[in-house]
């Protein structure tokens, strides 16, 4: 399987199966032609090289190992009556849900290459289509048409898939590419990987397809709620700077009216220390005054009492006395 002219599988000419190296007789007598070609093989079952067939002829034949391989695959399906189905996986973008796991499905009624026409000209050569039966919910028995496509290098095309989706027929993708870099392509091991282990794909399920659905309008709804909460965030974050630019407006404010409380206050004290500094200076003056008077007065009774006599001293000193009372 590692050139040109390696072919893992070949047509048997007696029964027109197709077969490996490993169940036929060595060399010529295998009795084996070539898928795609038609001309005489030879197996080839050394102890180095892994087993395998080669023409004849010295030419090549490109090409054969994939046809081989698909035709190989084919005739599995056929004789096993049986395939394991992939899992339902519903996807939209990257939102992933798994409706039913894989699980394996009896086939009845298998055809080959069975030409399929539907109305508008819609024709579309499937592989494979067969009855598919199967455990479905509540441990009941499913019965219906499947497709199934064998992929080795060349996927389904978009209108086969088209037309498959609007016929809405159950179809079914297994990838083989993998089995073509296999040393040794025993029949047990193939059988495996074209029955359970190749990857393998829905093209197209009823319950996929309304999961899709259904997935995709909660991811649509999710989308929705999700530019609500961005606008209601948007506005909450709008609201919230106006409320920060509100609170700083306030905050200066109040820093003005406690700032000229301060100067008021600080104007307040001032003109306190003034008016009590003038208290005390008038007072002082009104002292110093009466101290002058009272001197005076003082010095007159004893002028009067020099010049006017004894009486006329004690007279003055005595209104002197009331002056002084009257005055305190």
């Known amino acids: 399987m590692k050139t040109a002219d390696t072919i893992p599988f070949g047509v048997r000419e007696n029964d027109g199966r197709i077969v490996t190296a490993m169940e036929v007789p060595r060399g010529t007598a295998c009795r084996c032609l070539c898928p795609v070609c038609g001309t005489p093989l030879q197996a080839h079952q050394g102890d180095i090289l892994s087993w395998h067939f080669?023409?004849?002829a010295d030419h090549l034949c490109l090409g054969s190992a994939e046809t081989g391989l698909h035709m190989f695959a084919k005739q599995v399906i056929a004789d096993k009556r049986a395939i394991y189905l992939p899992p339902l996986v519903a996807q939209v973008g990257e939102d992933v849900s798994v409706m039913r796991p894989g699980r394996w499905a009896r086939l009845n009624n298998v055809r080959l290459e069975e030409r399929l026409g539907f109305a508008e000209n819609a024709v579309i050569v499937p592989d494979i289509i067969s009855e598919m039966v199967a455990r479905g919910p509540n441990k009941t028995i499913i019965r219906q048409d499947i497709v199934i496509e064998i992929v080795v290098t060349h996927f389904s095309t978009n209108k086969k898939k088209r037309i498959i989706s609007e016929q809405k027929l159950p179809a079914l993708e297994i990838h083989l590419s993998r089995m073509l870099s296999y040393d040794k392509p025993g029949v047990y091991a193939c059988t495996a990987d074209i029955l359970k282990d190749a990857p393998r794909y829905w093209l197209w399920h009823e319950d996929q397809a309304a999961a899709n659905a259904t997935l995709d309008a909660h991811v649509r709804e999710r989308?929705?709620?999700t530019a609500e909460l961005a606008e209601w965030r948007?506005?909450?974050?709008?609201?919230?700077?106006?409320?920060?630019?509100?609170?700083?407006?306030?905050?200066q404010q109040q820093q003005a009216i406690h700032a000229y409380y301060a100067r008021e206050a600080a104007d307040s004290k001032f003109k306190k220390d003034e008016i009590e500094q003038y208290r005390t200076i008038n007072k002082n003056d009104v002292a110093m005054k009466r101290r002058e008077q009272q001197e005076w007065i003082t010095d007159a009774a004893n002028t009067l009492g020099r010049t006017a006599g004894p009486f006329a001293a004690s007279k003055l000193a005595a209104w002197a006395n009331d002056w002084r009372e009257q005055t305190e």
């Open 54 to 56: 080669q023409h004849q």
């Open 223 to 225: 989308e929705v709620q």
């Open 234 to 251: 948007r506005r909450f974050s709008l609201r919230n700077s106006e409320h920060k630019r509100f609170h700083n407006e306030l905050k």
